[in-house]
C-alpha cells in the first residue's frame, strides 16, 4: 500500500491494509483449524486430503479467482432483456481492436491463473496416459473458462469476451507443457515452498502497482 504512492494512478487506502491483514488472519486460523482443531471423521478426511493431495485445496482456490473477476460485484439478474443487451454487447471477434484491456492484467489473469489451474488439474488426473491427460486437462479447463465468460450473462454490466476464452485456453497450454519442466527444475525442487511463496508475493505487488 505504501509502494501505491510512487505509482500514478494507484492510491493507497487503509481499508486495504486492513482487508489484506484480515485474509491472513482467516487463513492462519483456518490452517490452525484444519491440521488442529478439527476432530472427528470430517477432520481426519481434511487433514489426509491436505496432507496426502495438497494441490486440490490450491486448485479450489485457484478457480475462485476468475470466478470472482468475471462475476464481480455479484448483482444476479434473471431479466431476459438484459441478458440480450449483454449479448449484443458482447466481444464475439477477438483482438479486433487489440486487447479490450491492458495486456500485461490479461496475462496475468488469464494466462497466468489458467496455466496453474491447468497444471494442477493435470496433476490430479491419473491412470492415464500423459498424452489423455493432457487432453483431458486442456479441454476441461477451457470449458471452464468459457463458461465462466457465459455466466456473465446472468450478470448485470458483465459482458463475456472470447478474448478471455483464447487467453485462458493458451495459458492452459501453457500450464500443461511449460509448467511441469520449470516446476522440475533442481533449485525448485529443493525449495517449492519458498518457490510458491515468492511467486504469491510477486502476484500481490503486481495486483497492488499494476499498471
Not at 4 to 17: C, E, K
Not at 55 to 73: K, T
Not at 80 to 85: F, Y
Request: glycine content about 8%.
Amino acid at each position: 500500500e505504501v509502494g501505491q504512492l510512487f505509482f500514478p494512478g494507484r492510491t493507497s487506502s487503509l481499508i486495504d491494509a486492513i482487508c489484506n491483514g484480515a485474509g491472513a488472519a482467516i487463513g492462519g486460523a483456518a490452517a490452525y483449524f484444519l491440521f488442529r482443531g478439527l476432530q472427528g471423521r470430517l477432520g481426519a478426511l481434511l487433514l489426509r486430503v491436505s496432507r496426502e493431495r495438497p494441490s486440490l485445496i490450491l486448485l479450489a482456490l485457484l478457480l475462485v479467482v476468475p470466478i470472482a473477476s468475471a462475476f464481480y460485484p455479484f448483482e444476479i439478474t434473471l431479466d431476459v432483456s438484459t441478458g440480450w443487451e449483454d449479448v449484443k454487447r458482447t466481444q464475439w471477434v477477438p483482438f479486433a481492436r487489440g486487447f479490450h484491456r491492458f495486456w500485461l492484467d490479461l496475462v496475468i489473469e488469464k494466462v497466468v491463473v489458467f496455466a496453474a489451474v491447468a497444471f494442477l488439474v493435470l496433476h490430479n488426473l491419473s491412470g492415464l496416459n500423459l498424452r489423455k491427460r493432457s487432453a483431458m486437462a486442456w479441454a476441461a479447463v477451457t470449458l471452464f473458462a468459457f463458461l465462466t465468460e457465459a455466466g456473465k450473462l446472468f450478470f448485470v454490466g458483465r459482458v463475456p469476451n472470447v478474448e478471455n476464452v483464447i487467453l485462458s485456453s493458451i495459458g492452459a497450454l501453457a500450464g500443461i507443457y511449460l509448467v511441469p519442466p520449470v516446476s522440475s527444475l533442481p533449485l525448485i525442487k529443493r525449495r517449492p515452498t519458498e518457490s510458491l511463496m515468492l511467486l504469491s508475493l510477486i502476484l500481490f505487488a503486481y495486483a497492488e502497482l499494476s499498471p
